[in-house]
């Protein structure tokens, strides 16, 4: 069966410290990965793609690879900082037949930085 | 103002009853999204559109209705509301394509059906 899976246990780290996230998928040939951020009472809001071509995409303190032989993306906050807890999911788009796309999402991983 | 809105933000209803949940945007995106999320399954997507009178179903379609008249509009319809669609609902909406792909949400109906 198709699956995206994401770490549900909460990650805590100290702030200065870098996070990593991973998501791993299964029965999935996506074009291109998403990470979004997810705080309490919220809709998701987008970071960051990637794409199958691209090993690896940066935006300031945000690192994200996407590893196809692996089915993985692993997502990176360096220096983190308390303003960087929230969730973080991982969402990727699975084609048809027909060329329509549904954008599939993660569980999530729950990010606690503390000072 | 330019955006994605749901309304309503709350809804309490009760057991059989028929709600609808509306979601409009201003982008004239050609997809849009309708997931639900709840403790321990993250975003579950319910149904989805390609475009106006295009939809499909997602991962758990059962017990819901949609249809896209209009490309900005896309309500979601709870034909006779069960206490397990107690959730919170997002909608969202994004174009396909080399450069806008990512997804815009709105602010999520919170539902109880008692």
């Known amino acids: 069966s198709q699956k995206i899976e994401q770490n549900s246990e909460a990650l805590n780290i100290q702030e200065g410290k870098t996070a990593t996230l991973t998501c791993n998928y299964t029965?999935?040939?996506?074009?291109?990965l998403q990470w979004y951020r997810q705080d309490p009472g919220r809709g998701p809001v987008f970071l960051l793609l990637?794409?199958?071509?691209?090993k690896e995409k940066r935006k300031e303190r945000l690192k994200v690879t996407f590893d196809t032989t692996l089915k993985q993306s692993l997502f990176h906050i360096t220096a983190s900082q308390p303003a960087d807890s929230a969730t973080y999911l991982c969402a990727l788009r699975d084609s048809f037949s027909g060329g329509y796309n549904k954008l599939i999402f993660g569980a999530g991983t729950r990010l606690a930085v503390h000072p | 103002d330019a955006g994605i809105t749901q309304s309503p933000r709350y809804k309490i209803t009760e057991t059989g009853r028929q709600v609808t949940l509306m979601c409009h945007q201003t982008?004239?995106?050609?997809?849009m999204f309708w997931y639900r999320q709840d403790l321990g399954h993250g975003l579950r997507l319910i149904y989805y559109s390609a475009a106006a009178d295009i939809t499909d179903k997602g991962e758990v379609p059962d017990g819901y209705v949609v249809s896209r008249s209009k490309t900005e509009n896309f309500p979601l319809t709870l034909e006779s509301a069960t206490r397990s669609q107690t959730s919170v609902y997002f909608c969202?909406?994004?174009?396909?394509?080399?450069?806008?792909?990512?997804?815009?949400f709105g602010q999520g109906t919170r539902l109880t059906v008692v």
């Open positions: 982008w004239s995106h050609s997809y």
């Open positions: 990637i794409r199958e071509n691209e």
């Open positions: 969202a909406s994004s174009e396909v394509g080399p450069k806008n792909t990512e997804a815009f």
């Open positions: 029965n999935y040939s996506p074009a291109y």
